[in-house]
């Protein structure tokens, strides 16, 4: 099931119309989505860029995929909640959808397991004239810290997920010293398959967790979340207490 919406894309036409016709870029970015925010479309935007200036390919789609509610994080709303809350964040898009897979499975989903699914979807509905397929797992720097211990990301998930797509990993204002080792190790082990835009022009702090903290608190969130995710909010009474602790 897939639902389609969006944001406005920041590369420009000139660059769009140099780029290579034999493949196209595929995002994908999963995560707890509780709530979507700005930069959670942002973070795709700036890969768009990354994938279509470094690797010179057209991306023609990006994913959310939000994760089942056996994951268990704190602040995780239902998963009914979550897929309407990114149907509705990327609702204007000409290139984002919400994949509900991952969120609709009887039980937790490893992540090489969801971009395995839709990647082998895809495929199978490419047309024969349709360029060939690349695909882009986004996600934070922190992510990538967390893939050095093997409790949480096993030596065999890590190795599928990378023969299945490149990872593209995004920096994190709030990245704790305590994960800056853990980075570097996973980068220097995974050079051809990790890559970590430091430069990326656009780096924010805006994080579901400060989102649901400040609902908690009855402050505002305009302009950090996207009008109608806050609409939704307001109206189911989402995230009043916190779950959080």
Same mark, same amino acid.
């Given at each position: 099931m897939w639902v389609s919406g969006g944001v406005l894309c920041m590369a420009s036409g000139t660059?769009? *119309?140099? $780029?290579? &016709?034999? &493949?196209?870029? #595929?995002l994908i970015s999963a995560g707890s989505f509780s709530p979507p925010t700005l930069m959670h479309l942002v973070a795709l935007e700036q890969a768009r860029e990354y994938v279509e200036t470094t690797f010179h390919e057209q991306v023609w789609k990006g994913f959310l995929s939000p994760v089942h509610d056996a994951y268990g994080k704190p602040g995780l709303v239902a998963a009914t909640h979550r897929l309407q809350m990114c149907s509705l964040?990327? /609702? *204007?898009?000409? !290139? $984002?959808?919400?994949?509900? !897979?991952?969120? /609709?499975q009887a039980a937790y989903t490893p992540t090489f397991r969801v971009v395995q699914r839709l990647r082998e979807r895809l495929e199978a509905e490419r047309r024969p004239d349709d360029p060939e397929l690349s695909f882009y797992f986004v996600c934070g720097a922190d992510l990538v810290a967390s893939m050095d211990s093997p409790k949480v990301w096993p030596a065999e998930h890590l190795q599928k997920l990378f023969a299945l797509c490149r990872v593209l990993a995004l920096p994190r204002p709030t990245l704790g010293s305590e994960e800056e080792a853990p980075l570097a190790r996973v980068l220097r082990r995974f050079p051809d398959s990790i890559f970590l835009w430091r430069e990326a022009p656009v780096q924010c702090s805006i994080s579901s967790t400060l989102i649901r903290k400040r609902i908690t608190q009855g402050r505002s969130v305009r302009y950090l #979340?996207? &009008?109608p995710v806050e609409e939704y909010i307001q109206e189911q009474g989402l995230y009043r207490d916190n779950d959080d602790e």
């Open positions: 660059v769009r *119309n140099t $780029l290579q &016709r034999q &493949r196209a870029g #595929i964040a990327v /609702q *204007n898009s000409d !290139w $984002l959808y919400v994949d509900a !897979w991952e969120a /609709q #979340i996207p &009008r």
